[in-house]
Nanobody, 124 residues
């Protein structure tokens, strides 16, 4: 049982940066792989990044490699997504999710718990 709450979204100019946070509550937070997904209006939900339960393994979708960094602090029950060099096409609602796949996964259906989402808007 995990509850996830995202924060840190907002409106930024292209080229700017944001750091999203996902605060988790519940038991055995460190036993979950974590992921970030995003969804723009009228589009399907898209995988962004995932991190293993240990924090030792990460994976990113090609469009954000070199710009975004996922990290976690299990002692603080928090997962982060640092987003640099933001582009207008990054505009979406960003969702944090938790999976019992300890290594992390790109498959949305394998995530058991989801946050409510936080809006990221990048202007040109």
């Amino acid at each position: 049982q995990v509850r996830l709450v995202e924060s840190g979204g907002g409106l930024v100019q292209a080229g700017g940066s944001l750091r999203l946070s996902c605060a988790a509550s519940g038991r055995t937070f460190s036993n979950y792989g974590m992921g970030w997904f995003r969804q723009a209006p009228g589009k399907e939900r898209e995988f962004v990044a995932t991190i293993a339960w240990s924090g030792g393994s990460t994976y990113y979708t090609d469009s954000v490699k070199g710009r975004f960094t996922i990290s976690r602090d299990n002692a603080k029950n928090t997962v982060y997504l640092q987003m640099n060099s933001l582009k207008p096409e990054d505009t979406a609602v960003y969702y944090c999710a938790a999976s019992t796949t300890l290594s992390g996964t790109v498959v949305a259906g394998r995530y058991a718990y989801w946050g409510q989402g936080t809006q990221v808007t990048v202007s040109s």
